[in-house]
Nanobody
Framework: QVQLVESGGGLAQAGGSLRLGCAASGSGFSGNLMGWYRQAPGKQREFVAH???????TYADSVKGRFIISRDNAKNTVYLQMNSVNSEDTAVYYC?????????WGQGTQVTVSS
């Protein structure tokens, strides 16, 4: 079983920054793919970024050049640095980790960007 706890959401002004964190605990996930997804009101959950155990990253086109995903394997934590945010970034952000038993999700953290 894997537990994921997100932190760092809140309110930001357009053009500002926020940093999200997601701490994983349990077993069976160390070194696995981790990522961030988001869901805006009335929309489906969408991919934001992934990071592999070796640091290889993938980003959605909508956040490329603005967001940075990173991880601290010693702390079992994945981060999302959000820069130059805009109103379209307003959503609930979820972290995820892939394991042999399937994908585990965090409870989500709200990010609201005011213009």
């Amino acid at each position: 079983q894997v537990q994921l706890v997100e932190s760092g959401g809140g309110l930001a002004q357009a053009g500002g920054s926020l940093r999200l964190g997601c701490a994983a605990s349990g077993s069976g996930f160390s070194g696995n793919l981790m990522g961030w997804y988001r869901q805006a009101p009335g929309k489906q959950r969408e991919f934001v970024a992934h990071i592999g155990s070796g640091g290889l990253t993938t980003y959605a086109d909508s956040v490329k050049g603005r967001f940075i995903i990173s991880r601290d394997n010693a702390k079992n934590t994945v981060y999302l640095q959000m820069n130059s945010v805009n109103s379209e970034d307003t959503a609930v952000y979820y972290c995820a980790v892939w394991t042999a038993r399937g994908v585990y999700w965090g409870q989500g953290t709200q990010v609201t960007v005011s213009s």
